[in-house]
């Protein structure tokens, strides 16, 4: 069984999550990374994604929607500090839709390289987060 160590997830307007836990998956910029106890020091910029949390002694797994930011990986445990921050069970599927459809209309309609570019990485977040949330309604089920 994995040791415990202790999480925190800040996001701008509230301190999310304050909890020993087993393990956190992280959606670090280069890709998904799990912390344990132990893990060497450092710090990672994140990319939209879902951070996936597993509270120590068992328990049900917490996902939560990140928008970026940091996390920060010390000898005390692993910090995160998101842009954004929403259990996956909060996030609504139907203004999620929404978003999407207006992520793909703003692809459509841009109009140079950069714009473009910023749109399809806004759309292909979007959609990455419509995933995962029919992912855990399914699993709910």
Known sequence: MAEAFQFELVAPERLLMSETVDQVV????????TVLKGHAPF???MRPGVVDVTPAGGGAAQRIFVRGGF???SNEGLTILAEQAIPLAEIDGETLAREVKNAEEDV???KDGATKD???L????LKE??????GERSSAH
């Open 118 to 120: 910023a749109a399809e």
């Open 43 to 45: 710090m990672s910029t």
């Open 71 to 73: 996390a920060d990986v």
């Open 122 to 125: 806004r759309l292909n977040q």
């Open 129 to 134: 987060v419509q995933a995962a949330v029919s």
């Open 26 to 33: 992280v959606p670090g910029s280069e890709g998904y990374f």
């Open 108 to 110: 459509a309609d841009a």
